[in-house]
């Protein structure tokens, strides 16, 4: 039950309060090219939760083995790298051998859900808050889903933001910066408001 | 010797470099911050101060034109899928000479920028600009190009890392010149909205800029076709 509890507790956390894209604009550029189809916003939103969360559950053990070490911090994004190019590569195999369709369909875009700033960024904050394995897996879970739920407002808002409504120099990407602005205040707000003072 | 005269002939027709006006597009036209939105995270989170976004800026440009120049070397046998963990590899790599170097430069600045500063290594002028611009020039007009958007990138991290500091501290550069205090603007929702409106105006800016150079060169062919 205690590991379901800091589970959930932890994946809530990322999702809400470290949104990968409100709060902490990992991998915004994706959540663009994502957000403009449904079909692209569910493919790379199931591969970017399922290389994290793999990722995750790797570079727990290199963590606490490499933590006390006092260069760590400076080769850790080539070992990270290492080891998400591990399980793209295994991945990739798998897919191909079992699943060939699968692969010819998601073979132009896979590699923007492996080497993306949500995927290595969800990696260095579980380093930075160093929790159990269970919270490792749930940071990343949490961190993937809280960029698909952003993908998701995006894509909702998407057409309106690039309709003629908007002025022509603001449509498209920098009113979808400002959109993404004033989402982000309203997810700011979830970290806590105390009226006491 | 006579087959290997035209052989160098080749080689040296090959060699100049066609300076052309595509090759500053990365500063306006294709900014990735402002007109393209490609990279943007360490400029709407990190760039917080003039020194943030100078140390952002310098290593932006250090990764990415040493990758950059490293990977056109790798074979385009390799199918895209499997050469980008190549770039992905040969970025982190270049990181920790970066890194070193910027921290006995900036000695606290370095770990202030924290998470955004090893994402650097996934920007998407590695990943997609490789494919879709850099390698198809030559390899001394690549460089140029990439330079250019390596400023542009930094021109812009730079700015908005003044302008936060300007607006939340009062000061450039640890120089107090104003008693402001709006710590909003350091906050990502206020990353977020100024770079949207700075791209927006910019956008509008060059448009107008734009527009007029096309209306001035009609208004001369015109002309010319009078006399």
Redesign the interface.
């Given at each position: 039950m205690d590991i379901l509890v800091a589970f959930i507790t932890t994946a809530m956390t990322a999702m809400f309060v470290e949104n990968a894209i409100f709060a902490r604009a990992l991998g915004t550029s994706v959540a663009f090219y994502a957000s403009r189809k449904t079909d692209n916003m569910i493919g790379l939103g199931l591969g970017i939760l399922y290389v994290t969360t793999v990722s995750c559950f790797i570079t727990y053990w290199i963590d606490c083995l490499m933590y006390e070490n006092e260069w760590y911090w400076i080769v850790m994004p080539l070992i990270y790298t290492v080891v998400i190019s591990i399980v793209y590569t295994g991945t990739l195999l798998l897919i191909w051998r079992f699943l060939p369709k699968l692969f010819k369909s998601i073979k132009k875009y896979v590699h923007l859900s492996v080497f993306n700033a949500a995927v290595l960024g969800a990696l260095f904050l579980n380093e930075v808050y160093h929790g159990s394995l269970i919270e490792y897996l749930g940071f990343g879970v949490g961190l993937s889903a809280g960029f698909m739920i952003a993908v998701f407002f995006l894509h909702i808002a998407n057409e309106r933001l690039n309709s003629e409504l908007v002025p022509a120099a603001f449509r498209g990407m920098p009113i979808m910066m400002v959109f993404i602005g004033i989402l982000s205040l309203a997810f700011y707000a979830l970290t806590g408001y105390n009226t006491s003072a | 010797m006579a087959q290997q005269m035209p052989k160098m002939k080749k080689l040296r027709e090959k060699k100049p470099i066609r300076f052309d006006r595509s090759l500053l597009d990365g500063l306006a036209k294709q900014n990735v911050v402002l007109?393209?939105?490609?990279?943007?995270?360490p400029v709407?989170?990190a760039a917080t101060t003039f020194k943030k976004g100078t140390v952002i800026a310098l290593a932006f440009a250090f990764i990415s034109m040493l990758t950059i120049f490293i990977c056109s070397f790798v074979p385009k046998k390799i199918v895209?899928?499997?050469r980008?963990?190549i770039?992905?590899?040969v970025?982190?790599?270049i990181?920790?000479p970066t890194?070193?170097a910027l921290e006995e430069i900036f000695p606290r600045t370095v770990g202030l920028i924290?998470?955004y500063m090893?994402?650097i290594?996934?920007n998407?002028l590695i990943?997609s600009k490789t494919e879709s611009r850099f390698y198809l020039r030559k390899r001394g007009e690549m460089m140029i190009d990439v330079f250019f958007f390596s400023v542009g990138f930094g021109a812009v991290s730079v700015i908005v890392g003044m302008l936060r500091e300007l607006i939340t501290m009062g000061s450039i550069a640890d120089v107090k010149l104003a008693e402001l205090n709006i710590s909003a603007f350091e906050?990502?929702?206020?990353?977020?909205?100024m770079?949207?409106?700075m791209?927006?105006?910019f956008?509008?800016l060059y448009?107008y800029a734009r527009n007029r150079r096309i209306k001035q060169n009609q208004l001369q062919k015109d002309k010319n076709g009078e006399a």
């Open positions: - | 007109m393209t939105g490609i990279v943007n995270a709407v989170i895209y899928t499997l980008v963990i770039y992905a590899l970025g982190s790599v990181y920790i890194v070193l924290g998470i090893p994402l290594i996934t998407a990943f906050a990502p929702f206020g990353g977020f909205i770079v949207g409106i791209a927006g105006a956008r509008a448009n």
